[in-house]
């Protein structure tokens, strides 16, 4: 590679809050326009925004979680700009003192082992109105259901290396976000989105290039793509000995490239101060430990414990670890069958595949962790093969009942008896015996089709390790 690649993200997280940043509006997504917005979201003269506590809370969940250190005392700033979007013409956000600072999360781009991306900070901020374009011939509508959400954005340094890394990064922090409890998550809502700062350097290189920040994607599929062509692009000028504009841009999709949107802006332009309407947010004594005892389990600590405790190897471990209810899952399953590497095949194989295929979230997985735990214990214990316990397996998911229901019903349990086999045996020894003198005489190839031979005969239920031992036996 010609250049290095530097990448830092800005990620706004949308809290899962029932009411605003400031006000008691709610915050329930796809409303019809207009009808979440109270005075204190207008910027009606005469009303005062009160912060909301649990945003709050969320924000400081997120700065334990990621090891950064959450201010006692923090303050909201006022951020002054036009847009037909915000009424008020500014944003409450927080600039010289964030709620969090510092911190890390562990990212992982398949193949790679897994690296720490530090944090920068983390603050509290509301949410804007959205423009509508296609909404009214003619027009632009304004919707402010969304102005005053609570958003926590995050920023990270930069040290992501690529657009995948930049891509995981974003996965990392959805994962951790819907994991703690403070986000949804969802994408589509656009409860988590990112602006993208990439610049380029020569190798070797101390000082970082001049950067361009990419705006508003909306999915981890356009960050790695607009990345992309962004690089391209910024590798061109430089290659051609021009200088790159410290600018923001647009991502289009339809065309795959990035185009200006406007000069940079520096801090200077926002003529931030902190807002009179609201004291420093001082959390009160107690706060932060009562919110330590909270936390779960954390994806990191949790892919520890299965590489250790189960023996995973660390790609199954990410895998299992997706989202906490994946992991619940996988454990509940591996803990009723008693074999967990048993229980984390069948989970990223055949029920991923099966929930995938329907386009289903885990939570709603037709077949349930205990029921799953218990077919593979039919596994465990000789009833099934691994071809008719997937056989059971796609029963269940289409509704037929349990795994020992299905098993009887359809007659399936596999034949582990020597005395019912011997007499099959017996049959297909005596139907084939030109294989039988052939093999006699060495060509060990027949061994395959009479092996075959039986399995059909007892409809594919003949336990086939016992089938091999006792055919070599006989023959
Ligand atoms: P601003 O407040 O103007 O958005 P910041 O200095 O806070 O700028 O940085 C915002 C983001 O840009 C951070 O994620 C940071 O890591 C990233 N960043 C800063 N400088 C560079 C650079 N030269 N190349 C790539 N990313 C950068
Ligand atoms: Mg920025």
Known sequence: MEFDVVIGLEIHVQLATRSKMFSGASTVFGASPNTQACLVDLGFPGTLPVANREAVAMAARFGLATGGEVARR????RKNYFYPDLPK???????????VSGGSVEVAVPGSPSRQIELTRAHLEEDAGKSLHDAMP??????????????????????LRSPEEASACMRGIHQLVTWI???????????????ANISLKKPGDTELGTRTEIKNLNSFRFVERAL????????????????IAQETRLYDPALDTTRPMRDKEQANDYRYFPDPDLPPLALEPGFLEDLRGTLPELPRERRARFRSDYGLPDEDAWRLCESRATADYFETAGKACGDMLLA?????????GALNRDGLDIADSRVSAADLGLLLSRLRDGSLSGKLGKEVFQAMWAGEGSADDIIKMRGLRQISDTGALEGVIEEVVAQHAEQVRQYREGNTRVFGFLVGQVMRATRGQANPQLVNQMLRERL
Do not use: K
């Open 74 to 77: 923090s303050v909201f700033a």
């Open 228 to 243: 992309h062509s962004e690089i391209l692009r910024q590798a061109d000028v430089l290659r051609e000995g021009g200088t």
């Open 89 to 99: 013409g500014y944003q409450i956000s927080q600039f010289e003192l964030p709620i």
């Open 181 to 195: 409890g403070i986000s949804d998550g969802a994408m589509q809502e656009g409860s988590l989105r990112c602006d």
């Open 138 to 159: 003619n027009a632009t509508g304004v919707d402010l259901n969304r102005a005053g959400a609570p958003l926590l954005e995050i920023v990270t340094e930069p040290q």
């Open 344 to 352: 984390a095949r069948w989970t990223s194989g055949e029920l991923a």
